[in-house]
Antibody, heavy 119, light 112 residues
Framework: QVQLQESGPGLVKPSETLSVTCTVS????????WSWIRQPPGKGLEWIGY???????NYNPSLKSRVTISVDTSKNQFSLKLSSVTAADTAVYYC?????????????WGQGTLVTVSS | QSVLTQPPSASGTPGQRVTISCFGS????????VYWYQQLPGTAPKLLIY???QRPSGVPDRFSGSKSGTSASLAISGLRSEDEADYYC?????????????FGGGTKLTVL
C-alpha cells in the first residue's frame, strides 16, 4: 500500500525558507511524478510543482521564482523549499503522487502538514 | 481567483441527485482530462474521478463525471449524509503564462 508522509517545521519566520520533506513507502519514487500541493486555511487547493526521479521539475508559474523541489531516490523522499515566505504562505502542505501532463491526477496523498509563517 | 470556476456551494436532500459544474477554457478543460476530488473535513483530498469519467477502485458508482467542451460536471446520485464535503475539479493547463495543474475553487456540498 502506497503511503506518503510529510515532515518539517510547523513554524517559519517571515522572509525565511520553508522546508518540507515527503517520505514515500510502498512504491518506488523512481517510477512516478511526485507533487506538492498546498491549501491555506479555509481556502482551496493550489498545485506548487512536480518532480520526476531524474530530477526534472515543473513549477506553478506564480511560485516559480521561490520554489525548489528536489528528490533523494536513495531515501525514497522528495522535498520542497519555498523561499522568502510571508503570511500568505501559511497553509497545509500536501505531497501527492502524480501531476504531469499525462497524468495530472493525484491518486495518493500524504495527510498534510500545517506550516505557519509568523514571527 | 481560480483558473477553473466552480459554484462555491451546492446542497441536496438524502436520496437526491446533485451536480457540480466546473468551467474552464480551451487551454485546460477543452484539451485535457478532468479530475475530481472529495475532501472530507480535516482530511486530505481523495481522488474521486479521473480522466473525465473513470472511477478509481472503491469509489461508489453513485459518483459520475462528464465533460463537454470547456466544462465538466460531477454528479452524485442517491445523496447520503457522508457525501457532505468539499469537491474540487482539476486538470492540466497549457496557457501561455505557464503549464501545470490547475484546480477549481471548490464546491462545498451540504446534505440537508
Amino acid at each position: 500500500q502506497v503511503q506518503l508522509q510529510e515532515s518539517g517545521p510547523g513554524l517559519v519566520k517571515p522572509s525565511e525558507t520553508l522546508s518540507v520533506t515527503c517520505t514515500v513507502s510502498g512504491a518506488s519514487i523512481s517510477r512516478y511524478y511526485w507533487s506538492w500541493i498546498r491549501q491555506p486555511p479555509g481556502k482551496g487547493l493550489e498545485w506548487i510543482g512536480y518532480i520526476f526521479y531524474s530530477g526534472s521539475t515543473n513549477y506553478n508559474p506564480s511560485l516559480k521564482s521561490r520554489v525548489t523541489i528536489s528528490v533523494d531516490t536513495s531515501k525514497n523522499q522528495f522535498s520542497l523549499k519555498l523561499s522568502s515566505v510571508t503570511a500568505a504562505d501559511t497553509a497545509v502542505y500536501y505531497c501527492a503522487r502524480g501531476g504531469d501532463k499525462q497524468w495530472p491526477g493525484f491518486d495518493y496523498w500524504g495527510q498534510g502538514t500545517l506550516v505557519t509563517v509568523s514571527s | 481567483q481560480s483558473v477553473l470556476t466552480q459554484p462555491p456551494s451546492a446542497s441536496g436532500t438524502p436520496g437526491q441527485r446533485v451536480t457540480i459544474s466546473c468551467f474552464g477554457s480551451s487551454s485546460n478543460i477543452g484539451s485535457n482530462y478532468v479530475y475530481w476530488y472529495q475532501q472530507l473535513p480535516g482530511t486530505a483530498p481523495k481522488l474521486l474521478i479521473y480522466r473525465n469519467n473513470q472511477r478509481p477502485s472503491g469509489v461508489p458508482d453513485r459518483f459520475s463525471g462528464s465533460k463537454s467542451g470547456t466544462s465538466a460536471s460531477l454528479a452524485i446520485s442517491g445523496l447520503r449524509s457522508e457525501d457532505e464535503a468539499d469537491y474540487y475539479c482539476a486538470t492540466w493547463d497549457d496557457s501561455l503564462s505557464g503549464r501545470g495543474v490547475v484546480f477549481g475553487g471548490g464546491t462545498k456540498l451540504t446534505v440537508l
